[in-house]
């Protein structure tokens, strides 16, 4: 947000605050002034009928009493003196009666306000659906930016006496586009769409787009949830490419998939992180994965992932074992779809609940102890209960901690409180010790909804994604031809690159559905029996003079011209501004070297080109 815009939300924001103090406390303040108020009035009615028998009636007393909350004053029309109790409650329950007035005032005002504040914010984030993904990203997010809850139940979730400083609710389905409008979708930054279902989510997606038209300068950015994470590479390949949505970005995610990369992150396996220019083990450490959950399946996968990318196509197999009770037909699955599981030695255990399998503390087996042992049972009270369980047996089996145990929990990391590592020689002024040891420091937490969320924005846009993926082969590529990094204003890493050449990576990555298309090509999840995709060279001939001509449209589109280029970037000319028949063979040449790295771009999101019509 701009400096400008922040100074004008912040009489908002706090006249946000003063509404909702308002709303915690008046209630309360009128209840006690009505009640002391009642109380007084009673004691000086009867005093005041007691004195004239005529008119004494227990009726009289208490209806004249409820008559000092309307500021009725026939009581004292006569004038005279009265008791105190009655002078003090003839001026305390008109007071208390303002209060409630207030109260019931500010109710509506404040629920006014907050739908006015909605539906005019600019910049914010968008959190459409309640539930586990939507509390964290809600939790999380309105610690420093403006987030709007759009959902039915958005005020059951978050009720005014818990709602954080920085959320705005909106009532309404949002799948609805009048709902969306309501929070100011049309300037709104992310929108996250995170019903339960995928379809819902795509719906949000529709409504979203439509309604942010015409942002080119800053396009929205839509993040669908997605509830089997096997559909996300579908759902990529179809996306990926299309030209029509300037101003719209759109990518999936599931929590696992996210989940079992902050897990790795967080817990890595020791050849994760080799030393500079080393080798990987010849005998990689074996891992254990106890629940093929959403979060083991993306687990599994990625573990792959990040051997092949370690060990290549030649290297060692990686010993995995996992337990579940259908753990051999879901990994026939998992097979066809990931290429990288091919260079994992997966052994599949069907134990009745996803327990330890016997079999890895058997102790003729053929590897020793697990490195780690990844418990990722649905159940969080199950999940406990095996991987203490398995904590035990491998200790008995192997030794205290030669493996880590890492238990998955959803939100609850209180757990990792409850089991605290105790430390000697005790600090002189103990603090409050963990309520539970956790066998010599061998159980972990890990927290999915609260160590996978919220997105890394830049992680989750597929365009972003590719667009640094190019630009670092990029300068791998031109480094070795000889260029130094600095010796243009291109050859820079990524997080140092002027924002124009970032634009022009990034519209070239918006083009390669566009690309594929244009040779009867498609994009596909990657699958088990695929073989590396190569394109003819006739292809990178015709490809590299197409991406030619796309750059120099938009190189033209924003006032470049031919001329030769100044280092400093103070003008906008640019010597390969000419047509490809007269472009330089160098620069022809890192025209096809785009083509051709577009195949193992595209597999880092896991998707593939496969041809629509072989050539006969």
């Known amino acids: 947000m701009h400096r400008l815009e922040r100074w004008a939300a912040r009489p908002l924001g706090v006249a946000g605050r003063l509404a909702r103090w308002l709303r915690r406390h008046l209630l309360g303040t009128f209840a006690v002034l009505g009640v002391i108020a009642f109380s007084f009035g009673l004691v000086g009615m009867y005093r005041l009928f007691r004195s004239e028998p005529a008119m004494f009636s227990w009726p009289n007393v208490v209806f004249f009493t409820a008559t000092l909350f309307l500021a009725d ?16 409650a003839r001026f305390l329950a008109p007071v208390a009666t303002a209060v409630g007035v207030a109260d019931g005032v500010s109710t509506i005002f404040a629920q006014r306000f907050e739908r006015f504040r909605a539906r005019h914010a600019r910049h914010h984030v968008i959190v459409c659906g309640t539930g586990p993904t939507a509390s964290a990203l809600v939790d999380k997010l309105s610690r420093s930016k403006r987030v709007v809850l759009v959902a039915e139940d958005a005020e059951r979730e978050y009720p005014d006496a818990e709602l954080p400083p920085g959320l705005l609710r909106v009532v309404g389905d949002p799948v609805e586009p009048l709902v969306l ?11 996250y769409g995170c019903l339960p279902d995928t379809s819902s989510n795509l719906a949000i997606a529709l409504a979203a787009r439509r309604l942010a038209a015409n942002r080119a300068e800053q396009p929205l950015r839509c993040l ?41 992150n967080r817990h890595p396996p020791s050849w994760a992180a080799p030393e500079p220019g080393g080798a990987p083990p010849a005998a990689p450490a074996p891992l254990v994965v106890l629940g093929l959950s959403g979060l083991g399946r993306a687990l599994v996968m990625e573990l792959a992932r990040r051997w092949r990318a370690l060990a290549g196509a030649s290297g060692p197999l990686l010993p995995i074992a996992v337990a579940d009770p259908a753990a051999e037909e879901i990994l026939a699955a998992l097979r066809a779809r990931e290429p990288a599981l091919a260079r994992v030695a997966l052994t599949g255990h069907d134990t009745p609940h996803g327990e330890l399998p016997p079999a890895v503390t058997d102790p003729d087996g053929p ?33 205290v901690a030669r493996t880590t145990v890492i238990v998955r929990t959803g939100r609850q990391r ?20 963990p309520l539970l040891e956790d066998l010599q420091g061998g159980v972990r937490f890990f927290a999915v909804n609260d160590e996978a969320l919220p997105l890394d924005l830049g992680d989750t846009d597929l365009i972003e994604r590719f667009a640094r993926a190019s630009h670092e082969r990029y300068l791998e590529t031109e480094r070795r031809r000889g260029s130094a990094m600095g010796s243009r204003r291109a050859m820079v890493p990524w997080a140092e690159l002027p924002d124009d050449l970032r634009d022009s990576n990034r519209a070239q990555a918006a083009q390669f559905g566009e690309v594929l298309r244009a040779q009867a090509l498609m994009l596909m999840p990657a699958g088990e029996v695929d073989t590396d995709f190569t394109f003819t060279a006739g ?28 280092q400093d970037g103070t003008d906008r000319r640019h010597p390969a501004m000419v047509d490809w028949s007269a472009l330089p063979e160098t620069d022809r040449e890192r025209d096809r070297d785009v083509i051709r790295s577009l195949p193992a771009i595209l597999a ?13």
């Open 73 to 88: 004053g026939t009581v004292f029309q006569d004038g005279g003196r009265f008791p105190l109790t009655l002078e003090i």
């Open 604 to 616: 880092h999101a896991g998707l593939r080109i496969v041809r629509l019509d072989e050539p006969g």
């Open 414 to 433: 209180s757990l990792q409180d409850v089991f605290g590592r105790l430390t000697f020689p005790r600090p002189p002024t103990p603090l409050p010790g």
């Open 224 to 264: 669908a949830q997605v509830g089997d994470l096997s559909l996300i590479p579908h759902l990529r390949a179809r996306r990926i490419g299309l030209n029509d949505d300037s101003g719209f970005r759109l990518d999936f995610f599931a929590v696992e998939v996210l989940g079992a990369h902050a897990l790795l």
């Open 181 to 191: 409008t309501k929070a100011g979708v049309a300037r709104a930054d992310v929108v």
């Open 539 to 566: 292809e990178v001939d015709e490809l590299a003079q197409q991406e030619h001509d796309r750059w120099r449209r938009e190189r033209e589109a924003k006032g470049y011209t031919l001329g030769p280029t100044r």
């Open 367 to 399: 590897h020793g102890p697990p490195e780690f042992v990844y418990v990722c049972q649905r159940d969080e009270e199950r999940a406990l209960l095996y991987g203490l369980d398995a904590a035990q047996a491998l200790n008995d089996r192997f030794g």
